[in-house]
């Protein structure tokens, strides 16, 4: 498996509160994204890094912020959790080759209740 | 931005059989695609990709897909699915030039003794 951890696996939190994941990659890959999925909603791109403080929004940021400091470590901030923000979040890591380094490797995810 | 469509929420396969799983694309450009599988509780792990080059192209556990430019369409395919074929199957498409990565709603493929 590719290095990748996210942190933490499970989290339960309240309505209003912030709550801040982390996924931390071992692979040197440029690229970073977060997604949550929900059931009939497939994955969806919440946002995505290219390299170090360098971020994009993706198709459903509202709510969500990202930050990139280091190469490794892509974090995932709810500025202030709603209960349609329960869902299960995935880190994801590619590399630069648009060749070789394509494809995504995932994380095992995050399932986050918020209550 | 570039999507991906799943048309299918439910696949149901007996052991044996050929199986199909559709994928449409939209992307500006040469698509770059790929299949994930998804097994309960598990993250995402890459199956296949289309880059450039044979539209059939051959991944793991002995799936294939076939790239049609025309249709713009990627279908998965194996020959005799299995038991443990049965999973939650994602197509994904990322545009040359592009930075992200856009799936689709899933396919349930389910293959029956």
């Known amino acids: 498996d590719a290095g990748i951890t996210q942190s933490p696996r499970h989290k339960v939190t309240e309505t209003g509160t912030p709550v801040t994941l982390r996924c931390h990659q071992t692979?040197?890959?440029?690229?970073m994204y977060w997604y949550r999925q929900d059931p009939g909603h497939g994955l969806r791109l919440i946002h995505y890094?290219?390299?170090?403080?360098?971020?994009d929004k993706g198709e459903v940021s509202d709510g969500y912020s990202v930050s990139r400091s280091k190469t490794e470590d892509f974090l995932l901030t709810l500025e202030s959790a709603t209960s349609s923000q329960t869902s299960v979040y995935f880190c994801?890591?590619?590399?630069?080759?648009?060749?070789?380094?394509?494809?995504?490797?995932f994380g095992q995810g995050t399932r986050l209740t918020v209550v | 931005a570039q999507s991906v469509a799943q048309p299918e929420d439910q696949v149901n396969v007996a052991e044996g059989n050929p199986l199909t799983v559709k994928c449409t694309y939209s992307?500006?450009?040469?698509?770059?695609l790929f299949w994930y599988v998804q097994y309960p509780n598990r993250g995402l792990q890459f199956l296949l990709k289309?880059?450039?080059?044979?539209?059939l192209v051959k991944g793991s556990y002995g799936f294939e897909a076939e790239f049609n430019k025309s249709q713009t369409s990627f279908h998965l395919k194996k020959p005799s699915a299995l038991v443990s074929d049965s999973a939650l199957y994602f197509c994904?498409?990322?545009?040359?030039?592009?930075?992200?990565?856009?799936f689709g709603a899933g396919t349930r493929l389910t293959v029956k003794p």
């Open positions: 890094s290219y390299g170090v403080k360098d971020t």
């Open positions: 992307v500006s450009g040469n698509p770059y």
């Open positions: 289309y880059i450039t080059g044979d539209n």
């Open positions: 994904a498409v990322r545009g040359y030039n592009n930075n992200d990565m856009r």
């Open positions: 994801a890591i590619s590399g630069a080759d648009m060749v070789m380094n394509t494809e995504a490797f």
């Open positions: 692979e040197n890959h440029r690229y």
